[in-house]
Nanobody, 126 residues
Framework: VQLQASGGGLVQAGGSLRLSCATP????????MAWFRQAPGEEREFVGA????????GYANSVKGRFTISGDNKKKTYYLQMNSLRREDTAVYYC????????????????????WGQGTQVTVSS
C-alpha cells in the first residue's frame, strides 16, 4: 500500500506550503496520519500526527504554532499546512499511517507505521 503525497516545492522563508496525503481507503480504516521529514545527512524526524477522528496527537517543538495537520474525510486526504517556513524546514517530507491502533505516546516512533508516502521535497530559500 503506497500513500500518495504531494504539494512540495520551493518557497521563500516566511512563506507557506500545504502538503497533501491520501489514504488508500476510508480514513477510519487507518489510525490517522503522521508526517515526518528528513534533511540531507540527518535522521528522519517526527513533525506531527493526527488521529482519524481529528484529535491531534502532537507536533514537534520545532514546528508548533507554525504547522497544522488536518483531514478531509470525504476526500480521504490529510493536509500538512506549513506557515512561516524557515530554511531549517528544508527536507523531504513523508506521510505515514498504520492499519493498527497506535498506543498514545508512540505516534512519534516511525517504526509504528506500516504505510508510507514516497516523500515530497520542500525547499525553503532565504
Amino acid at each position: 500500500v503506497q500513500l500518495q503525497a504531494s504539494g512540495g516545492g520551493l518557497v521563500q522563508a516566511g512563506g507557506s506550503l500545504r502538503l497533501s496525503c491520501a489514504t488508500p481507503g476510508p480514513q477510519f480504516m487507518y489510525w490517522g496520519m503522521a508526517w515526518f521529514r528528513q534533511a540531507p545527512g540527518e535522521e528522519r524526524e517526527f513533525v506531527g500526527a493526527v488521529h482519524w477522528s481529528g484529535q491531534v496527537a502532537g507536533y514537534a517543538n520545532s514546528v508548533k504554532g507554525r504547522f497544522t495537520i488536518s483531514g478531509d474525510n470525504k476526500k480521504k486526504t490529510y493536509y500538512l499546512q506549513m506557515n512561516s517556513l524557515r530554511r531549517e524546514d528544508t527536507a523531504v517530507y513523508y506521510c505515514a499511517t498504520s492499519g493498527k491502533l497506535l498506543v498514545a505516546g508512540t505516534e512519534s516512533d516511525s517504526s509504528k507505521y506500516d504505510y508510507w508516502g514516497q516523500g515530497t521535497q520542500v525547499t525553503v530559500s532565504s
